[in-house]
């Protein structure tokens, strides 16, 4: 099992910054992935932006040039330095690991952008 768990979230004004925490503890060893995503109200839960164990990284079209995916492997921790956000941007944020076939979530953490 892998337990995740995020900080970050917060209110904030548009064009404003947060950077959101992921904590990994548990059988950390072998994820391959690890990554963000984000549900707003009344929508589908999306990838915000991940990261391979490699260092490779991926971007929603919506927050590439805003957002930064980052992974600490010592203190298996993944961190998302958000910028320049959107009220677009509001939404539970979750953070998610991939191990063999299995998945891991988080419990989510509220980001709100005021406009």
């Known amino acids: 099992q892998v337990q995740l768990v995020e900080s970050g979230g917060d209110l904030v004004q548009a064009g404003g910054s947060l950077r959101l925490s992921c904590a990994a503890s548990?059988?950390?060893?072998?994820?391959?992935?690890m990554g963000w995503y984000r549900q707003a109200p009344g929508k589908q839960r999306e990838l915000v932006a991940s990261?391979?164990?490699?260092?490779?990284?991926n971007y929603a079209d919506s927050v590439k040039g805003r957002f930064t995916i980052s992974r600490e492997n010592a203190k298996s921790t993944v961190y998302l330095q958000m910028n320049n956000l959107k009220p677009e941007d509001t939404a539970v944020y979750y953070c998610?690991?991939?191990?063999?076939?299995?998945?891991?979530w988080g419990q989510g953490t509220q980001v709100t952008v005021s406009s």
């Open positions: 548990g059988s950390i060893f072998s994820i391959s992935a």
């Open positions: 998610n690991a991939k191990r063999a076939i299995f998945e891991y």
């Open positions: 990261i391979t164990s490699g260092g490779t990284t």
